[in-house]
């Protein structure tokens, strides 16, 4: 220890007299930022230990401090250093550990490493599960530990801390709390999408894949580009069809993904036509690449799914149908063994709910007769998830709306409106008029337009447009 | 009865470019308008222009099935001649006789090329023609010879009765036609110089006419068109318009170009007409379009105007193009494959106009009736039996394929629409098919959506489906409730994203500029200042406004 350095004693009294935020912000944290790594290594020697003086629950960011080097330093299975681990993440106070989230990266990270060391990934997903809800500000929000987390989970192939997280859909994203950019965004939603593909929940796969893709781009990523592929296949699984992205993908993401994922493209059109000699030349065609981007596994799902959307298909024509019959029209006719393969097939998905059917073994072959679905949507459970949607609906529209008024409020904002009128990206349109109004009142593109320029023309950039508006409709002047 | 339709390779359509090196330029010109008029035909069909929209859209709702035939029977032009073995009812001479001018041979040679027992008849009939019109499209004559001496050398059916100055070439009246056929020309475009130069209106279009008139009657077809093109710039009155229009569609026709056709018609019909012959020429105008709309696969359309023509084509005035045979029998095959019930009582049955030419061809008035009756055994049959003269048909045959497949899911259709169960045993009797092959049909018909039913395979019988309309609402709207919520929550982060800076870029030392500050305390509402950040806003308050009125324009209209 250097002379110059504070001791423990020291340093513990500092921290202890910073009682509230802002003495932590403004005094401590310049203080302890000041101060050599080493000083945090150091050992106890005979001194009071921080980490048993300070309180993780009050003391959170001095405390974080010294546990990265407890952690860092750590090596192996360390019964009495995990319980303050655990003891800091149950009880850590989340504005303070905010302040710095370097330091909680760090810790993370040093947690992670400790867990792989000792092959026992539990180490690190649990708390890190934990500390993540400590850290957030919202329920919805982004942390930085959030890809790290999905990316530990999905190495250990164990997922059942991570599910709540990535149940939970990211709403909030503000680097200025949580110190991220947006590779953490891409990774978490990379990482969550291969974590649901992997417990089969395609349709949440599909989702998180379409965020990472779609997420605002000025050049493409190397990661969006790998969401990409696994999107297309993932909802060929999900729905026999690849999904349209949204219109507001970014171009340069969109240029890539034509050229990177021709394959993938040529895959999925082959699978829309739902012929078999089709997709399975395609397939062979792709599998190298499909090997190489490790994403065969998929692929051969996506073949197995075939057989069972084929089924599906078959309800919608079919009252009864044999097996051998069911067999041929998937085109499995020819393989030996096909009959029990669509039986075993027709079973499970009778057991998933995904068909509504008997097989009776009366007759030779077997005979499958298919039923209609035995919900009648007369019951209350029908009632409460649509009431449910509803509301989620509504308040999701509320949250658009405010924030519309709110950009169109910002200085920024408004000084674009009124020195751009013929910009080409000039978003005052009818759509917008009508947003004041409500959206209900959405009548035809020129219908509540004498009402709305009623409004409008209360606020000067709008006036100026609607005075050229009255005097020839339909010639816009943007 | 069953006709023997054999895609044959030898019997390709040999065109006239085969014998070209005996001839001058105007064979050679024959050749190439041919495969004009096949490479022309192809992309046309996709780009009809744009003011005839409206026809082609009511045309596309109406039928499904047409345009999934469309591509199959362009490409069944190219590839397979179909050749029938011998007509059921069709009595040439008769036939032939309702058809006057280019048309007239053009069918002959068209049925020569496909029907072996009646190719010496048709050659010596088109032969005879051309020679009494005294023709000036001497290669066709000598090819159409060149034909006949080959015919009978392989001695095809008739060739005892073919005289011998039919068989010889008549070199004398050939070369003396051509002469004078390149005489006219000569003087014609003299004459054309000099109004020109004197710059007469009048006198130039009359004179492009002329030379049009002249280059159709040589068989040089684009020229002929080239020629009437001409003569837009100096109409003045609308009948010289007509008058225009009248003789590009003439000359379009011929060609094949037919969404040429389509624009001229329109060109017509907007103008103001003319008193005198107004009827016909109108009549005659839907008739061209419908035959375009034929053409194109456009089946309901073209229906909808051959049953518009009204009863002024009843005596062949169209003679050149159509007769008023062909008008019943593409009118009443086009509007059975693409009219329901109700639009065939109301279109076709009750149509006074189109009534009388179905007296010409009773086998079609039957054939509505008994499909307006249900009596699809009668139906069937009548089909079956007419047929091969449909083949044999210059407009019609490649589509007949479509309008008969078309016909029978019509009837299929219509057959399991009022009842609830349906032996299919019994069905196939009524429309004398197996049962697989029944349930084959039945199956595209189900998937196609428009029968809605479901097969029982083990008792042969089909269901009527019960679907349950609130079931299906409620699906629907918690699948649109989802994704609206879905979507919704995307544009709210992505809008987030982009205000917090947070969006993918190259890596700084690329871009070399110090824009990528993402210190932690930075401000929320100026994540990095200046013209990006205002920009920024406007596109993510652009998106959100898009998001929520179509969304809103969603649910209204649905």
Redesign the interface.
């Given at each position: 220890m250097a002379p110059s350095d504070p001791s423990f004693d020291e340093i513990i009294s500092k921290i202890q007299a910073a009682t509230d935020i802002a003495a932590v912000t403004k005094t401590l944290a310049p203080y302890l930022n000041n101060l050599n790594d080493h000083v945090f290594a150091a050992q106890p020697n005979g001194q009071a230990d921080p980490l048993d003086a300070l309180d993780p629950a009050t003391h959170s960011f001095a405390y974080l401090y010294f546990l990265v080097h407890r952690c860092k330093a750590s090596h192996g299975f360390d019964h009495a250093l995990l319980a303050k681990v655990w003891a800091f993440v149950t009880t850590c106070d989340g504005e303070q550990v905010r302040l710095t989230?370097q330091k909680a990266m760090s810790f993370a990270e040093a947690l992670v490493k400790v867990a792989t060391e000792t092959h026992q990934p539990i180490i690190a997903i649990k708390p890190l599960a934990i500390f993540i809800q400590r850290l957030q500000a919202s329920p919805g929000q982004l942390t930085m530990i959030h890809p790290l987390l999905a990316k530990t989970c999905l190495l250990a192939q164990s997922v059942k801390e991570i599910l709540p997280i990535l149940d939970n859909?990211?709403?909030?994203?503000?680097?200025?709390?949580?110190?991220?950019?947006?590779k953490d965004?891409?990774l978490y939603h990379y990482y969550g999408g291969m974590i649901y593909a992997f417990l089969k929940n395609f349709e949440r796969a599909v989702?998180f894949f379409?965020?990472a893709v779609?997420?605002?781009?000025?050049?493409?990523?190397a990661i969006?580009i790998e969401a990409h592929k696994k999107y297309v296949l993932t909802s060929l699984l999900q729905y026999g069809r690849v999904l349209p992205l949204?219109k507001?993908i970014?171009s340069a993401?969109q240029r890539t993904i034509k050229v990177q994922c021709v394959v993938y493209a040529d895959f999925a059109t082959a699978y829309e036509k739902k012929s078999n000699g089709a997709i399975r030349t395609e397939l062979e065609k792709a599998k190298p690449i499909f090997v190489r981007d490790k994403n065969f596994g998929l692929a051969k799902q996506c073949m197995e799914a075939l057989h069972r959307r084929n089924i599906q298909?078959l309800t919608?024509?079919?009252?009864?149908?044999?097996i051998e019959?069911i067999t041929s029209l998937i085109g499995l006719g020819s393989e030996p063994d096909g009959a029990r393969r669509v039986e075993g097939i027709i079973v499970r998905m009778i057991e998933s709910g995904a068909v509504f059917a008997t097989i009776s073994h009366e007759?030779a072959g077997g005979?499958v007769s298919?039923l209609?679905?035995p919900?009648?949507?007369?019951n209350t459970i029908?009632m409460d998830?649509?009431n449910a949607?509803?509301q989620?609906?509504t308040a999701?529209?509320a949250?658009?709306?405010a924030?519309?008024q709110a950009?169109?409020s910002?200085p920024?904002?408004f000084?674009?409106g009124s020195h751009g009128p013929d910009h080409s990206?000039?978003?005052m349109d009818e759509?917008?008029y009508?947003?004041h109004m409500g959206?209900?009142n959405?009548?035809d593109e020129g219908a509540p337009l004498s009402a709305i320029e009623h409004k409008a023309s209360s606020s000067s950039p709008k006036k100026q447009r609607t005075e050229s508006d009255s005097g020839k409709r339909g010639r816009r002047s943007g | 009865m069953d006709p023997r339709l054999s895609p044959d390779p030898t019997s390709l359509d040999p065109t006239p470019g085969h014998i070209s090196n005996t001839m001058d330029t105007s064979a050679d010109n024959h050749a190439s308008m041919d495969s004009d008029m096949f490479t022309d035909s192809q992309p046309a069909s996709a780009g009809t222009p744009s003011s005839l929209s409206n026809v082609n859209l009511t045309a596309d709702g109406g039928s499904n099935a047409g345009g999934g035939a469309e591509g199959n029977s362009k490409r069944k032009r190219f590839v397979k001649v179909v050749e029938v073995d011998a007509p059921n009812n069709l009595d040439l001479d008769a036939y032939i006789a309702t058809y006057k001018g280019h048309t007239k041979v053009n069918r002959l040679e068209f049925i020569a090329d496909r029907c072996p027992s009646l190719q010496v008849d048709a050659l010596k009939l088109a032969i005879t023609e051309l020679r009494n019109t005294n023709t000036l499209h001497v290669s066709r004559y000598i090819n159409l010879a060149r034909k006949l001496n080959e015919a009978v050398k392989f001695g095809a059916p008739g060739s005892a009765s073919v005289s011998s100055d039919l068989l010889t070439v008549d070199k004398a009246w050939a070369d003396s036609q051509m002469l004078k056929a390149k005489q006219q020309t000569d003087l014609l475009e003299g004459e054309l110089k000099n109004y020109k130069r004197n710059s007469i209106k009048e006198s130039i279009r009359m004179g492009n006419i002329e030379l049009g008139n002249h280059y159709y009657a040589c068989g040089d077809l684009t020229s002929a068109h080239r020629s009437y093109s001409r003569t837009r710039d100096y109409c003045t009155t609308s009948k010289h318009i007509i008058e225009l229009c009248m003789n590009v569609i003439k000359a379009s026709i011929e060609l094949g170009n037919f969404p040429h056709v389509l624009t001229y018609v329109v060109k017509a019909e907007s103008t103001p007409e003319v008193a005198q012959d107004k009827e016909l020429t109108k009549a005659k105008l839907k008739a061209a379009s419908g035959l375009a709309n034929l053409d194109l696969s456009k089946y309901p359309a073209a229906a909808r105007d051959f049953l518009s023509i009204g009863e002024e084509l009843v005596g062949n005035q169209y003679g050149d193009v159509i007769s008023a045979n062909d008008i019943a029998v593409y009118g009443g095959l086009c509007a059975l494959a693409s009219f329901n019930r109700t639009e065939l009582k109301r279109l076709v049955i009750d149509n006074v106009g189109f009534r009388q030419y179905l007296e010409l061809e009773p086998h079609i008035r039957d054939l509505i009736q008994g499909f307006y009756n249900s009596n699809y055994v009668l139906c069937l049959d009548i089909m079956d039996k007419w047929k091969n003269d449909y083949l044999l048909d210059l407009h019609l045959h490649s589509h007949i394929e479509a309008l008969y497949t078309n016909i029978r899911k019509k009837a299929l259709v219509q057959f399991t629409s009022p009842f609830l169960t349906v032996d299919l045993t019994k069905m196939a009797k009524s429309f004398s098919t197996t049962v697989p092959a029944l349930e084959k049909e039945l199956?595209s018909l189900?998937?196609g959506g428009q029968i809605e039913a479901?097969?029982?395979?083990?008792?042969k019988?089909l269901?009527a489906k019960?679907t349950?309309k609130?079931?299906a609402i409620?699906?629907r709207?918690?699948a649109m409730?989802?994704d609206?919520?879905?979507?919704?929550?995307?544009?709210?982060?992505?809008?987030?994203?982009?205000n917090?800076?947070?969006?993918?870029?190259?890596p700084p030392g690329e871009r070399g500029g110090p824009n990528d500050s993402?210190?932690?305390?930075?401000g929320?509402?100026?994540p990095r200042g200046g013209r990006d950040?205002?920009?920024m806003?406007?596109?993510?308050?652009?998106?959100?406004?898009?998001?929520?009125?179509s969304f809103?324009?969603d649910r209204?209209h649905r």
């Open positions: 989230s859909d990211i709403s909030d994203v503000k680097p200025q709390q949580t110190h991220i950019n947006y965004f891409l989702e379409k965020l779609s997420a605002p781009a000025e050049v493409a990523s969006q949204p507001y970014a993401v298909e919608r024509t079919y009252l009864t149908l044999s019959n007759h005979m298919f209609d679905d919900n009648q949507h007369n029908t998830m649509i949607q509803i989620r609906a999701i529209t949250k658009l709306s924030m519309d950009i169109s910002m920024a904002f000084n674009k990206g000039y978003p759509s917008d009508s947003m959206y209900d959405y009548v | 199956v189900i998937i479901r097969i029982d395979s083990q008792q019988i269901w019960q349950n609130r079931s409620f699906e709207s918690t409730g989802q609206y919520e879905r979507e919704a929550k995307a544009l709210v982060l992505r809008m987030q994203m982009t917090h800076g947070l969006v993918v870029k190259s993402e210190s932690p305390f930075e929320p509402h100026h950040g205002r920009e806003f406007a596109g993510t308050r652009a998106n959100v406004s898009s998001f929520l009125s809103s324009r209204h």
